[in-house]
């Protein structure tokens, strides 16, 4: 599978997500906030080779996690640790960056990390660099927002801004388009394999290009159009710590609609919305009717509040498939299904 995820972290405790798009060519790894524990589910491989880090905001339970990551990372030079983040969130994590003494650090470390706070209309790019502890921040970009923040080897990244009391971003990964040689076609056009379906697989055909197959001419186009098939690439969304009232319903369901899988935080159960209204969270129910009205493939919720504990989860979960069937909670989570 191209893209894969894994929620991390159990139920009532910090969770993220880390998401792999492997190509064959190349693996990009993805990791959405970073709470207490969440990183250390992770090979350190993993964490290494992270391209991107992105948070949703900065309460502790999406940050307090950052330290590892922070420690295995803060000298990687090439390429920079990319870290996406909503307003106000460069100088929270300048603050973090700074919290360490420092006094080892020379010319000769060579850490760089571009922070990327993104706003309601630009995304500003701060540097910063291990070998001066991190003290200068440095802008070096400064561009218009569209919804795609990273356009990354066949995939791209697309960023929401939410409403938690403070902004709280939500992200989509979505897997681009897979394009494949239908082989039964090709043997029932009586072709075999030869160099021809390199040519075949990859640019659409220059006008009037023709292409060699076991000694006679084609049209490429014409073979291409009869020989290719396109499907449709996976997606995956990550929406955490937001209020899910009308509005942000209707905005959501536009954006998310054939989303394969959604994460979705579920803080509360549907009789405790008056909970969720008061610390800008959402109900299993409210997410759920969001999975309905967005037509997505899965919902799988987590987040959710250690109120539950132990024996509160299944009835949470048996709400939310009431209206969208196929929920569950992340693998791996063991809860007591409702009776
Ligand atoms: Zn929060
Ligand atoms: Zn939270």
Sequence with gaps: MPLSFRVLGGPGDDNALFVAVDTGQRVSRLMFDCGDGCPHALETGDLLGMDHLFFSHFHMDHVAGFDLFFRLNFDREDPAVNVWVPPGGTEILHHRFRGFQWNLVGSN????????????????????????????????AEQPRTAVIVKGEGFTVEAYQLDHGCPSLGYIVREASRVNVDTDRMAARGFSPGPWVKRLRGEPARAGEMVAIKGSEYSLAQIQG???????GESVA?????????????????????????????QYRAADVMLAENVMHSTSVEVATLAVRAEIGRLILFHVSARYLPDGLGELLAEARAIFPNT???????????S
Excluded: M
């Excluded at 959501?252 to 935080?265: F, I, K, M």
């Excluded at 569950?328 to 409702?338: I, T």
């Design 109 to 140: 470390q060579r850490g760089t990390w571009d922070v990327h706070e993104i706003s309601e209309t630009s995304v500003r790019t701060t540097r910063f660099h291990a070998r001066e502890a991190f003290r200068t921040p440095q802008t070096i």
């Design 238 to 266: 990550y929406l955490t710590d937001f209020r899910l009232n009308e509005a942000t319903g209707e905005y959501l369901s536009a954006r998310l609609r054939g989303v394969t899988t959604l994460v979705c935080e579920s």
């Design 328 to 338: 569950s909670f992340p693998d791996g989570w063991r809860v007591r299904a409702s």
């Design 226 to 232: 009869e020989l290719l098939v396109t499907t449709a």
